[in-house]
């Protein structure tokens, strides 16, 4: 199986490139394959759906259903070699969870670091549906 992405400019929405890859290839594969067909010497942001993804995450886990052609936009981040290298994308928060009555592991939430609280919240609370009672955040101990 082979997957058509076509990467846009997320200011503009001009096509960049249209690369094929396999569903197990990873957003650092697919960032690679944009900048060698489109020519860039920039570092490329990718995002899915306004989320910045990470380069662990593959096709698969990005795109699911049955089609085989998707969009992803990038953002080029230009290098100014006397100052800095281009900053790397910010990355999204890992962040394990463990019911606090059961003890029960949940599975790791992934959460933008610019996300609000609230956002943190209710999807804890979507991921825990089976434990009963008040959903509270501890970050080092201390009520969030």
Same mark, same amino acid.
């Given at each position: +199986? ?13 096509? *960049? ?5 396999? !569903?197990?290839?990873?957003?650092? %594969?697919? %960032?690679?394959?944009?900048? &060698? ?11 899915? /759906? ?11 886990e990005l795109f699911f259903g049955n089609s085989t052609s998707f969009r992803v936009?990038?953002? %080029?981040? &230009? $290098? @100014? $070699?006397?100052?800095?290298?281009? !900053? ?6 890992? @962040?394990? @969870?463990?019911?606090? +009555?059961?003890? &029960?592991?949940? $599975?790791?939430?992934?959460?933008? !670091?610019? /996300?609000?609280?609230?956002? *943190? ?7 825990? *549906?089976?434990e009963a009672g008040p959903v509270q955040l501890l970050l080092n101990g201390q009520?969030?």
């Open positions: +199986l082979v997957v058509q992405v076509s990467a846009h400019l997320a200011m503009s929405g001009q096509l *960049l490139a249209s690369v094929q890859l396999d !569903p197990t290839d990873n957003v650092a %594969r697919l %960032r690679e394959r944009v900048a &060698e067909e489109a020519g860039e010497t920039s570092s490329l942001w990718v995002l899915v /759906d306004g989320r910045m993804v990470q380069d662990h995450e593959t096709l698969a936009e990038v953002v %080029r981040c &230009e $290098p @100014i $070699p006397a100052l800095a290298p281009a !900053p790397k994308a910010p990355a999204n928060w890992n @962040i394990n @969870i463990r019911g606090g +009555l059961s003890g &029960e592991a949940q $599975p790791a939430l992934k959460i933008w !670091p610019l /996300d609000p609280l609230a956002s *943190l919240r209710a999807e804890v609370i979507r991921q825990m *549906l089976g009520l969030l």
